[in-house]
């Protein structure tokens, strides 16, 4: 099988309570080597359960994945050989031991020689720029050393097919810039190295990922590269709008009344600075009338209005019906 990763209508159920529900409900895409393929989506859509059950650390209820070309149910241990897994919230190991005892013990649960073993993890944290805290204690590091102690964990097992799950969560910028140029430079460094990504983080996926897809409630509502995402809402018209804080009960008026002509609104709060932000997504470029009388009508002052180029954020919204960065704060 020539594709990293193939899925096929792949389902999970999980009880909740007395009911059980679908957490994945007939997911099919396919990896190619190669790529860096992210997968996005709101809290609870269901991409945990999908890197879960394609590391092996959990199976199915039913349909197919391959993952190297081995079968998630029936080839554990092949693609264990191949494949790694780094969790952003998790901790790179036991608080215990250094930075560099925890890389070596890792290395070693993989059989790496003595050796090579030494030669990857200097490397590496050479390049996340850890060296010089290589014999501290991971209960002394700070959330972004951690991580970075865990992304090199991933890689000096050199897999063919690594899993990132929310590599970057609570990194500052540039931390999360430093892990997102390593593994954009990782994967082109072998032609069979591949990546499947999860984040909450739009400007992450559309800069580092080939393709991605979005899933929500447990299914798969887009497929592409951000290029094509992107293009395939061109023909929309995409305003920004701030107000006067808009309060809930209105913003709920004001968002059906748009729907009734067809306009997509999403209404943000920035309390701290008294202004509300309205995504607005329109068919034609002078429905933006209707807007603008709809926010009149409802007493809002009108602080600024442009008209933006359309974003992967924008797709989201389009297709999930809110932001991802709202799932953080919810
Ligand atoms: N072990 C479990 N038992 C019951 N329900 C579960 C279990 N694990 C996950 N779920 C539920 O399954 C759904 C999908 O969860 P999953 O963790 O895959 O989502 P996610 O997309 O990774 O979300 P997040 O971004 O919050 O991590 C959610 O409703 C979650 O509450």
């Known amino acids: 099988m020539d594709k990293a990763i193939v899925v096929e209508n792949l389902k999970r159920v999980y009880k909740k309570g007395k009911d059980s529900f679908f957490a994945l409900d007939g997911i099919s895409f396919e990896v190619h080597y190669g790529e860096i393929f992210g997968f996005l989506g709101p809290n609870g859509a269901g991409k945990t359960t999908t890197i879960k059950i394609l ?13 190297g070309g081995f079968d998630v149910e029936k080839e554990v241990q092949k693609i264990r050989e191949i494949i790694n897994l780094v969790s952003g919230g998790e901790s790179a190991g036991y608080g ?3 930075v560099k005892e925890s890389l070596w013990m890792f290395s070693q649960f993989y059989g790496i020689p003595t050796n ?11 390049l996340v720029g850890m060296w010089d805290s290589k014999d501290t204690l991971l209960n002394r590091l700070s959330t972004g050393m951690m991580q970075k ?13 690594l899993f990132l799950d929310e590599p970057t969560i609570g990194l500052d910028v540039e931390a999360a810039r430093t892990i997102r140029s390593i593994v954009s430079e990782w994967v082109k460094e ?3 190295r591949t990546v499947l990504l999860t984040t909450h983080y739009m400007a992450e996926a559309d800069e580092l990922c080939d393709r991605i897809a979005i899933i929500n409630k447990g299914r798969i509502v887009a497929l592409d590269t951000p290029e094509n995402l992107k293009k395939a809402i061109s023909d929309e018209i995409f305003f920004e709008i701030e107000t006067s804080i808009v309060p ?19 209404i943000k709060d920035h309390i701290e600075r008294g202004v509300s932000t309205l995504s607005v997504i329109l068919k034609e470029e002078k429905d933006i009338a209707k807007v603008i009388q709809k926010i009149v009508e409802v007493n809002k002052e009108i602080l600024s209005l442009r008209k933006i180029e359309p974003t992967l954020e924008d797709v989201f919204i389009k297709l999930v019906g809110k932001r991802l960065e709202d799932e953080e704060t919810n």
């Open 55 to 67: 590391s092996t650390l959990l199976y199915p209820t039913s349909g197919k994945a391959f993952v």
């Open 96 to 98: 215990i031991l250094t």
């Open 116 to 126: 090579e073993a030494s030669k990857r993890i200097e490397h590496y944290l050479k």
């Open 149 to 161: 102690v865990n992304l090199v964990r991933g890689l000096i097992t050199d897999p063919k097919i």
């Open 190 to 192: 072998k032609p069979t």
């Open 248 to 266: 809930k009960e209105t913003s709920q008026i004001l968002t059906n009344d748009l729907k009734e002509f067809g306009i997509n609104c999403l």
